[in-house]
């Protein structure tokens, strides 16, 4: 597994545009193909194009594992069926009021931790299609727990400042080995700047060699 690099809209926040998992990336209407080809090589997955809520901003709307894909109310039925039709996973409708799923659920294979601002139901919503045991928890302070963690099968990385005690529950959750990064040179939301699936991570061009470092030591050792 490489960590690469890589920029989208001449610019580091390559985590609020697309969205990955182990067989597809989620890539804004109108990127330039040459571009997709070669971040769609970088993390072995094919790429589809579309839009959410009629919006560029996938990974900040989306949230996505290997088992089903959890898109916001506000997303429009011919978006869900593009997805239903072209990913083949479960895919779901998150009724809450709040649309930046990405932003509020961090996910792998195994577990998700949410943002305490969800409900009950929509805990259990996010367990049945993505298939994953569920905990509700701030990180770091921040309610904005998809902002501040990224997950893939093997390790995460977290908000510099979370809590020891609260990273040793993710990891047992998540079953992985969690570190404490930034991301594009000390921004601490790493969700922003990061695209990992179990092939690759892709970084923000702005990734210091001390932040990829932190980061090898989350995903690869």
Known sequence: MDIIKYDVYRGPNIGVYTKVND?????????????????????????????????????????????????????????????????????????????????????????????????????????????VEVIQKKIAGFNQTGAVMVANNSGAAIHPEADEEDMKTFSNLLGVKIEQCSINNGIPYVASGILANNHSIVVGSLTTGPEIMMLTRAFLN
Not at 66 to 79: C, F, S, V
Request: charged share 20%.
């Open 23 to 131: 067989s597809v990336i989620l890539l804004p209407m109108g990127y330039a193909q040459s571009k997709a080809e070669k971040l769609a090589k970088y993390l072995d997955v094919e790429y589809l194009f579309m839009s959410i809520a009629n919006t560029r901003l996938i990974g900040a709307l989306c949230v996505m594992n290997n088992k089903g894909i959890l898109i916001p109310k506000t997303a429009y039925q011919d978006e869900f069926d593009f997805l239903k039709n072209e990913t083949g996973l479960e895919v779901g409708v998150l009724d809450s009021k709040l649309s930046a799923l990405g932003n509020v659920i961090c996910t792998n294979d195994k577990g998700a931790v949410v943002s305490p601002w969800l409900s009950s139901q929509d805990c259990k919503n996010i367990s049945d299609v993505l298939e």
